[in-house]
């Protein structure tokens, strides 16, 4: 059974009821207290007027039924089921509505379009609470499974009467201990003056009020005016509208939701006419909203709470200025509990009386304490939190170890001289060798491992011979005594095919690698120039190095040897120009004996010869053959056309064209 309204007002209780209240809390609960009926009202009931998708909410009638279906609660709990959410309770989707943007009405006048725009707010509703899903399944897990927080506070009167207030109608910090509730519930009958200031403002339209909610004991005067006396105390409880205003401005495209400034800053000023209105009825309900506000500034002081309804964008128009009659941070502040409507006049004078007037309902102490304990073994468990081991940071070791000052000098000098090297500059290496030289090394040194280049482990020589300087390898050779037994082992394994590949490709075959790897300055040549350099110096100073031996130096090369080698070479330039001028002169005598030989004529002359008598139509003497497969009227037409041609021909001939003199 949900619970209804009842005719009891929150400022003027029954004094036998209010001393039988105790206050209900389903986490401290005990034994002979039942738990609210806002939690019972969330399990699942069966029957011809029950909702089975809002956790089993009962009806009276079939109308009250029909209007739950179409109401926006309903619309919401259907489509998070079927996206498999769960569904929530009047008072959470009260809660969730509080953060929309825009309202559940729109602007629209007609049923059809509050229809439509509701449907659109629900649409809204369902994706930001796929949002706040995804951020709290993104935070920490909770040890403890919280119990959702209603947004009455239910309060037990045996033996089975059950009352519900609003939560925020209590003073701020008001808590369950000690019986906090019920004390403020009681220092609420106190009879006194109490008014409240309701606004709303949603879609454009707005509302607003100044309600009386309780009013204080009246002390009249006798006629004569010379001695009191005291009437029977009457405490008037009913509600009094003191002043009220609404107006509606042109803030929201139709059927389309939100305001144009939240518009503008999500996608940019839009520039349109009908934007251009929009921002305007903005600008005015601002003003005409802070006018109204300035003008009841008085009233809003001695105001009790203050009540407002509004989006975010919204709400900076009651707070946040200068000269604001309602500060931010201010403890008479309020927002719905609920879900609300358009605002109008209508509107505000339910949600007063759904405010002043307690919830009651009417369940047994069997019936409380069976549903707590359904409800409370509904709840989801707890997830266990995950246990996260720190995995030991490994220590970053820098694979290039810091040089030290000479070691970088170093560097730089090897780099200077591996350049000059490579490149081929003779007089420039000439003159750093002879001043740098003895600091290097030698000309027999090493690259070292700290130099960083691809060169490091090789020579001079072994460089300038990779490169194919053979001016460099000269002067090393013969003026700088290089050493050229000196060997290197491969870069890694597959280091000695990579060269083989590369050597392929040059002039003339390099010497084969040995097998052990070792290379010398001769090996890592490239052209044969190169390598010629070596086998001049082994022939012209055979004693100072194992050329054939360590060096790897094949055979030595001759003045003789060149010699021989040129005379091959002219012979077989000189070979190859005869055979040249042979196939020119063979080609020649093909040429002329095709100029002696006649040419046969054309048989185009024959031909020309017979066109030079007269011709017949059709142009051709076969044309009598283009007459085939034409119907017998095409044929006397063609032949006519034909006959007629001849006899132009003749009278041409004859005149010997006279017919120009005509």
Aim: charged share 35%; with cysteine; hydrophobic share 30%.
């Amino acid at each position: 059974m949900q619970p209804q309204t009842s005719q009891y007002h929150i400022f003027s209780l029954p004094p036998e009821l209010l001393a039988s209240l105790t206050p209900r809390n389903l986490v401290n609960k005990q034994t002979s207290r039942a738990p609210s009926p806002e939690f019972a009202s969330q399990q699942t009931a069966t029957g011809p007027r029950a909702c089975n998708v809002c956790l089993g909410v009962n009806f009276r009638d079939v109308d009250e039924q029909r209007t739950h279906f179409r109401s926006d609660w309903h619309k919401y709990n259907v489509k998070i089921r079927l996206r498999g959410g769960q569904p929530v309770g009047e008072s959470q989707f009260a809660q969730l509505v509080e953060g929309l943007e825009d309202s559940l009405s729109g602007s629209a006048s007609s049923s059809s379009e509050d229809e439509a725009s509701s449907s659109d707010a629900v649409s809204t509703l369902l994706q930001k609470s796929k949002k706040l899903h995804l951020r709290s399944r993104s935070s920490s897990p909770s040890s403890v499974a919280r119990i959702p927080q209603s947004a009455l506070i239910w309060f037990h009167s045996p033996p089975h009467t059950q009352i519900g207030i609003y939560r925020t109608i209590f003073p701020p910090g008001t808590t369950q201990a000690q019986d906090g509730y019920l004390n403020a519930l009681k220092d609420m009958q106190e009879k006194r003056e109490r008014t409240w200031a309701m606004f709303m403002v949603a879609g454009g339209h707005f509302a607003g009020a100044l309600v009386r909610v309780s009013q204080d004991i009246e002390d009249d005067e006798d006629d004569g005016g010379k001695k009191k006396k005291q009437k029977k105390l009457k405490q008037k409880v009913e509600t009094e509208v003191l002043k009220h205003k609404t107006f509606h401005r042109y803030t929201t495209r139709r059927k389309q939701g939100g305001s144009q400034s939240v518009n503008d800053n999500a996608k940019g000023p839009a520039k349109s006419a009908g934007a251009q209105l929009r921002r305007y009825g903005e600008q005015a309900l601002r003003e005409d909203i802070r006018g109204l506000l300035e003008e009841w500034a008085e009233n809003i002081d001695d105001c009790e709470l203050v009540w407002i309804r509004a989006s975010t964008s919204n709400r900076r128009i009651f707070l946040g200025y200068d000269e604001a009659p309602i500060k931010k941070g201010d403890e008479r502040l309020r927002t719905f509990p609920f879900p609300t409507r358009r605002p109008t006049q209508s509107e505000l004078t339910r949600c007063l009386a759904e405010l002043v007037r307690p919830k009651v309902s009417h369940f047994t102490e069997e019936e409380l304490k069976e549903q707590d304990e359904a409800f409370l073994a509904s709840l989801p468990k707890p997830r266990p939190v995950p246990v996260v081991t720190s995995a030991p940071v490994p220590t970053l070791t820098s694979k290039t170890p810091k040089l030290t000052k000479e070691e970088e000098a170093a560097k730089d000098k090897w780099l200077r001289a591996l350049d000059m090297a490579s490149h081929g500059r003779v007089d420039a290496l000439k003159a750093f060798l002879s001043k740098e030289g003895e600091s290097l090394g030698g000309v027999d040194t090493r690259v070292p491992e700290f130099v960083g280049s691809e060169e490091r482990g090789r020579t001079l020589l072994m460089v300038a011979a990779s490169q194919g300087q053979e001016e460099i390898v000269n002067w090393l050779l013969e003026e700088a005594r290089a050493d050229p037994t000196v060997i290197v082992l491969p870069k890694d394994d597959g280091d000695s095919e990579e060269e083989n590949e590369k050597e392929k490709e040059g002039d003339t075959e390099p010497p084969p690698l040995p097998k052990s790897g070792k290379r010398t300055a001769y090996d890592l040549a490239k052209t044969k120039t190169a390598r010629d350099v070596f086998r001049r110096c082994a022939y012209a100073h055979p004693e100072w190095h194992d050329w054939l031996g360590a060096a790897r130096v094949p055979s030595v090369l001759s003045p003789e040897m060149e010699e021989q080698q040129e005379e091959k070479k002219k012979v077989r330039r000189k070979g190859l120009k005869d055979r040249v001028k042979e196939r020119e002169a063979k080609e020649r005598e093909k040429e002329k004996e095709r100029a002696k030989t006649p040419e046969p004529e054309p048989a185009r002359s024959t031909r020309k010869e017979k066109l030079e008598g007269p011709r017949r139509l059709g142009g051709a003497p076969a044309a009598a053959e283009g007459l085939a497969g034409l119907t017998p009227e095409m044929r006397m037409k063609v032949e006519r056309e034909r006959r007629a041609r001849a006899a132009e021909a003749r009278l041409k001939a004859l005149g010997g064209g006279g017919g120009g003199a005509r």
